[in-house]
């Protein structure tokens, strides 16, 4: 069974950083797939955070994260790996990872980043 396993959340000042990871199940190789990173907050629906293609590593940002946060994959890890700058409180979120392709789509389980003072 193909699963994405997050980690990296946690609790932060605002203006403060946290790397998040996506790690795939053996077997289950990232690099094939288009992946993002969604989000979802309290009383809010899921939005699309960053996505990073699976040719070229093109990429894409919601406006309100652009140049805070940026999006990449480790292919000899098998991982892909979400920079979060400069954080505010707004971007307190259950963070989830996103795999799509060949027929495929899976979810993560999410990771909590909770962003205050």
């Known amino acids: 069974q193909v699963q994405l396993v997050e980690s990296g959340g946690g609790l932060v000042q605002p203006g403060g950083s946290l790397l998040l990871s996506c790690a795939a199940s053996s077997g289950f190789t990232l690099r094939r797939y288009v992946m993002s990173w969604y989000r979802q907050a309290p009383g809010k629906e899921r939005e699309l955070v960053a996505t990073?293609?699976?040719?070229?590593?093109?990429?894409n940002y919601a406006d309100s994260v652009k140049g805070r946060f940026t999006i990449s994959r480790d292919n000899a890890k098998n991982t892909v790996t979400l920079q979060m700058n400069s954080l505010k409180p707004e971007d307190t979120a259950v963070y989830y990872c996103?795999?799509?392709?060949?027929?495929?789509?899976?979810w993560g389980q999410g990771t909590q980043v909770t962003v205050s003072s």
């Open positions: 996103y795999a799509v392709g060949d027929s495929l789509s899976v």
């Open positions: 990073i293609s699976s040719i070229g590593g093109f990429t």
